[in-house]
């Protein structure tokens, strides 16, 4: 059953942890800034197809002022995505490291992107933990390394008795043993 865009989509939350940051190269002269103070801002990105409701989520870890090139957050966000995220491949969860700068505020460190694909639909409560190399602003490899740990914390279906695919491309061979919830093969 295929759903109009007026109504609501499943919610599935993914629980986003920034845990650490390695290797991270101070760029400054030590006459403006001599030590890091680096946090993280996360965003959710759809491709702009998708995107049509402008559905992105924002958010930013504390500030780490005694870790320096290696810091420390341990910094927890329950992002909430739709079926359309995990039905286009190129979704995906967009991470960029800055330094707060006294005088010039902040300055990207670098960047890296958590693909829908590393997410997958695992089941609910299941916990990933990843690293990725971060990328300067040109894309080339940057220095450092950032370290996560993911989770797909739940998935709630609104209108209770069927799975809406209101989604950017067509979707074939949807494995009923990701909503075990919704109850077995041939009930309506």
């Known amino acids: ?9 499943p919610q599935f939350i993914i629980e986003i942890t920034i845990l650490s940051a390695e290797g991270l190269k101070n760029t400054s002269s030590a006459l403006f800034s001599h030590r890091l ?16 409701d402008n559905n992105r989520h924002s958010y930013q870890t504390r500030v780490d ?5 290696n810091p420390t957050w341990g910094d927890k966000f329950r992002v ?7 039905a286009n491949r190129y979704s ?12 010039s505020g902040k300055t990207l460190l670098g960047w890296c992107q958590i693909p829908v694909s590393d997410i997958g639909v695992p089941p609910a409560g299941s916990l990933q933990h990843r690293s990725y190399r971060l990328r300067a602003r040109d894309g080339s490899r940057g ?11 739940s998935a709630t279906l609104f209108d209770g008795n069927s799975f809406p695919f ?8 949807v494995p ?3 909503w075990p919830h919704l109850g077995k093969t041939g009930e309506n």
């Open 1 to 9: 059953m295929l759903l109009g865009s007026s109504q609501q989509q």
């Open 37 to 52: 103070r680096p946090f993280v801002s996360v965003s959710t990105v759809l491709p702009a197809p998708c995107d049509r």
């Open 65 to 69: 002022d005694s870790g320096g090139v």
């Open 80 to 86: 909430p995505v739709d079926s359309t995220f995990f």
């Open 92 to 103: 995906c969860i967009y991470l960029q490291l800055y330094t707060k700068r006294l005088i």
């Open 143 to 153: 220095p450092g390394t950032l370290n996560v740990s993911v989770k797909l914390e």
């Open 166 to 173: 209101n989604t950017c491309q067509t979707v074939i061979g």
């Open 176 to 178: 009923l043993t990701v």
